[in-house]
């Protein structure tokens, strides 16, 4: 079955980095795009950045534009989420997901990894 598995998260001071990577499994990775959405607590879940299959097209929220970069390594499976700069409102579940569209819509993403958590101190 497709899994999707992220790591990475963890707690770090406000302007600090993160780099959090998302691991598929049972499904033709080089085919989807792949998205990166957040949730924080009380909050609706929230697009980050998405890329197209090939590296084409990418998409970031304009509240991590500048500061987060979305990569992929379709050798490795893997999508990156690169975050520089953190701040306290960056705090959240991170969670990685794949669609046969590049989209900021989570509702066009299938399938969905399990989280991981980013906190920011400030």
């Known amino acids: 079955q497709v899994q999707l598995v992220e790591s990475g998260g963890g707690l770090v001071r406000a302007g600090g980095s993160l780099k959090l990577s998302c691991v598929a499994s049972?499904?033709?990775?080089?085919?989807?795009?792949m998205g990166w959405f957040r949730q924080a607590p009380g909050k609706e879940r929230e697009f980050v950045a998405s890329?197209?299959?090939?590296?084409?097209?990418?998409y970031y929220a304009d509240s991590v534009k500048g500061r987060f970069t979305i990569s992929r390594d379709n050798a490795k499976n893997t999508v990156y989420l690169q975050m520089n700069s953190l701040k306290p409102e960056d705090t959240a579940v991170y969670y990685c997901?794949?669609?046969?569209?590049?989209?900021?819509?989570?509702?066009?993403?299938?399938?969905w990894g399990q989280g991981t958590q980013v906190t920011v101190s400030s």
């Open positions: 997901a794949s669609s046969r569209v590049v989209t900021t819509d989570p509702t066009k993403y299938d399938y």
């Open positions: 049972g499904l033709t990775f080089s085919s989807y795009a």
């Open positions: 890329i197209s299959w090939s590296p084409d097209y990418i």
